[in-house]
């Protein structure tokens, strides 16, 4: 009977005003609120743990989740134009407008760049004589010297910035390319359309692996050489796959909050919303294939190389962090993403897509602070550990207040596609 009400009143036809509703404001204002509290919270952690340490390694964590979030929505938006489908019709203007945040996140980056001798062992010893002295002195292992001086031409200040520089350069040219081929596609007669599908289906196909390549460069830099001894060749495919993870479940709360108000509300059916879901069961299941996949190579192998990096997360009571990561991660939105009704559930659904972003920022909290001496090996309880509370809440609430204004400036709806005639028919009663 729900469903049959739900179809006798979904409109036929678009709204004339395709703007963002004026309640995105009242999302960005109480954004802005948030992350002026964290901060002010991260302030007085700071001055309790008498240490900026653990706020810099807090900040990486925010810029992880930043960049997730505005790099992989590049990213969602090159696979949309590429496979196609309905959910583009949904996703295409949210995800541009999270493209087009790279410019906060860039200013979140060159902060981290700043004080990189805080973050990262090749930063502070960026000479043989710095490793050799810094061996002698026992500050820093055998294995860590080694590997200090062997990985040096990579790892060095000065190709870690140029190197992030270039990354960054190609996003935002990419960013620029689609959002503004995007807009044109629009004003353009809608004959024309199987142009600009080809059109951006031709850029996207190659984005996608020049997005694979610098994404793993950018992650390698900024997470995986904290520990200047680890290395694993599927790292970046881990981050890419998490990015699909936590975007498509930013993305879900996005389109059911706009679906309180035209035009949203006329287009997200149950259907489409239900498929939603089911895409974003798939990226939970390659999300925990792949990290139980490397787990499971490298404890087989039993290598002396590989082992002292899970050893580092698991010993000294990281045990429980790691058996709350899988928790979180993987068993929860597994089982609640597998029940049709959750996924048909408006308010459930983003609930469950809540408790991924959030459980995103759990894992990478397992994987940034145990990389450090004081950590590894040594989970304890004091004020800097708050910090991975107060300050990526602080950073990603700033970038949401920024999404908001980037959503607002554009109409949410594109209405050249050819899915749009399909998307605003009723669905069936037995849908």
């Not at 990226?283 to 990096?309: D, K, R």
């Not at 994987?367 to 450090?372: G, S």
């Not at 949401?400 to 209405?415: E, M, W």
């Amino acid at each position: 009977m729900a469903h049959d009400t739900h179809a006798a009143s979904h409109a036929r036809t678009l709204p004339a005003d395709l703007g963002a509703p004026a309640f995105v404001d009242g999302w960005r204002t109480r954004a802005i609120l948030v992350g002026v509290v964290f901060a002010v919270i991260a302030v007085l952690l700071a001055f309790a743990d008498g240490s900026t340490e653990h706020v810099l390694r807090a900040w990486v964590l925010g810029l992880m989740m930043s960049f997730g979030f505005a790099v992989g929505g590049l990213a969602l938006l090159m696979v949309q134009y590429v496979s196609g489908g309905k959910w583009g019709l949904l996703l295409r203007r949210p995800l541009e407008a999270m493209s087009r945040t790279l410019p906060l996140v860039f200013v979140y980056w060159v902060i981290s760049a700043i004080f990189m001798k805080k973050l990262y062992l090749w930063a502070l010893y960026p000479t043989a004589s710095d490793t050799a002295s810094a061996l002698k002195t026992g500050l820093i292992n055998e294995i860590q010297a080694h590997c200090l001086d062997f990985k040096r031409p990579m790892l060095n200040p000065v190709t870690y910035v140029w190197v992030s520089l270039l990354c960054f350069a190609i996003w935002a040219f990419y960013t620029w390319r689609l959002t503004s081929l995007g807009m044109r596609r629009d004003s353009d007669s809608p004959a024309n359309t199987p142009y600009w599908i080809k059109k951006l289906e031709n850029i996207s196909g190659p984005g996608i692996v020049v997005y694979s390549l610098t994404m793993t460069a950018g992650v390698i830099y900024w997470v995986m050489s904290m520990d200047p001894t680890w290395y694993s060749s599927v790292y970046g495919l881990l981050f890419l796959v998490g990015q699909g993870y936590m975007v498509l479940a930013f993305c879900i709360i996005v389109a059911i909050s706009l679906s309180k108000g035209e035009p949203f509300k006329t287009l997200l059916r149950q259907t489409e919303q239900h498929d939603l879901g089911k895409f974003t069961f798939a990226f939970v299941m390659l999300n925990i294939y792949l990290a139980f996949a490397q787990f499971l190579i490298i404890w087989s192998g039993n290598l002396p190389e590989e082992i002292p990096w899970y050893l580092d997360r698991i010993r000294g009571h990281w045990g429980i962090i790691i058996t709350l990561d899988f928790i979180f991660h993987w068993l929860i939105p597994f089982s609640m993403l597998l029940s049709r009704d959750i996924k048909r559930n408006k308010k459930r659904l983003v609930r469950v897509c809540q408790w991924m972003i959030f459980a995103r920022a759990f894992d990478l909290f397992w994987l940034i602070e145990p990389n450090y001496k004081d950590a590894a090996r040594n989970l304890h309880f004091s004020w800097g550990i708050l910090e991975y509370v107060a300050v990526p809440v602080a950073m990603v609430a700033f970038w949401v207040a920024f999404f908001c204004t980037r959503l607002k400036q554009r109409p949410v709806v594109q209405t050249n596609d050819p899915h749009l005639a399909e998307i605003l028919e009723p669905e069936h009663v037995h849908a």
